[in-house]
């Protein structure tokens, strides 16, 4: 106890391990040994031979990430003024096949942030302001030029309680120009995001739908090909095998390639015609 006392006391010197004016001399191996057994003792008091030990941080896995990321705000820092989203955690389907719409929650979490990036994305913002009444409202037309840029850091997005639910808002001085900027923002997101969105699965079904039809062309062409080899063939117009093998193949694969064209428009009109994951579920209120 008493040489314990003595080393812990040098070693609240200041980055010393002995006394100032003292020369170290060189320590014996049995000395050594009872320096690492009382160690622990001064670490006990947050000290290593005169060094303060770094408090241990928390490692940063991936799921510590997204926690944080999608962590909702604190009691006190909810928006005064906010709009309310439903984002189902599944897209929902006429046809219940559970293998096309398994999904995890990592992939889930991935949609979320993305609606939360898209909400305040310069097009979204930008849309919002081209209703007639928006850019006139007095906290956006005092921001000038800079106000998709204001309005893009001012604007609150979330998920409280990590939950289906995205909630839109603003915090301010004058609540009656928040409800209108929030309500086009969640107008514009809407449009742009979630019809959009549907607007496209209509463009790629009408591109598949020509695709498919000229695909059905080839493929009478290709049977008209393989039907006048066979006539000739029968007909005594010689050896007919290679080219006759040649166009069937070729015929084989347009099928092939039309049955393809023919399920996945299947499936994306069923797509079209379900409910949207995202649906409106409050508009801009305090």
């Avoid at 559970?98 to 310069?122: G, I």
């Avoid at 790629?204 to 009478?220: A, D, G, V, Y």
């Avoid at 390639?257 to 409050?282: C, H, T, W, Y």
Wanted: aromatic content about 4%.
């Amino acid at each position: 106890m008493y040489r314990m006392a003595i080393l812990c006391g040098a070693l609240l010197l200041s980055g010393c391990n002995y006394e100032v004016g003292d020369i170290p001399r060189q320590r014996s191996s049995v000395e050594e040994t009872e320096v690492a057994r009382e160690r622990p003792v001064a670490r006990t008091v947050g000290l290593t031979e005169g060094k303060t030990q770094p408090a241990p941080q928390k490692p940063q896995t991936q799921s510590n990430v997204l926690k944080d990321k999608l962590t909702p705000p604190a009691r006190g820092e909810a928006p005064e003024v906010f709009a309310l989203l439903m984002v189902k955690f599944r897209q929902p389907m006429l046809l219940r096949d559970d293998w096309m719409h398994a999904a995890s929650l990592d992939e889930f979490n991935l949609y979320k942030r993305t609606q939360q990036v898209l909400v305040t994305s310069n097009f979204v913002i930008l849309a919002a302001l081209r209703r007639n009444d928006i850019p006139e409202i007095p906290m956006l037309k005092s921001r000038g030029n800079h106000a998709v840029r204001w309005l893009a850091g001012k604007v609150q997005v979330d998920f409280p309680n990590d939950a289906e639910i995205m909630r839109i808002g603003m915090s301010g001085e004058n609540v009656e120009e928040m409800v209108r900027v929030v309500d086009a923002i969640q107008q514009a997101y809407l449009r742009e995001v979630v019809d959009g969105e549907r607007s496209h699965l209509l463009l790629r079904c009408e591109k598949l739908r020509h695709i498919w039809s000229r695909n059905e062309e080839k493929i009478h062409a290709k049977a008209l090909v393989v039907a006048t080899l066979k006539a000739a063939s029968k007909d005594g117009a010689g050896d007919l095998t290679v080219p006759l093998d040649a166009a069937k193949r070729s015929l084989s694969h347009h099928i092939r390639f039309g049955e393809r064209i023919r399920d996945e428009l299947d499936q994306m009109n069923v797509n079209v015609d379900a409910p949207s994951r995202v649906v409106k579920l409050q508009e801009a209120s305090r």
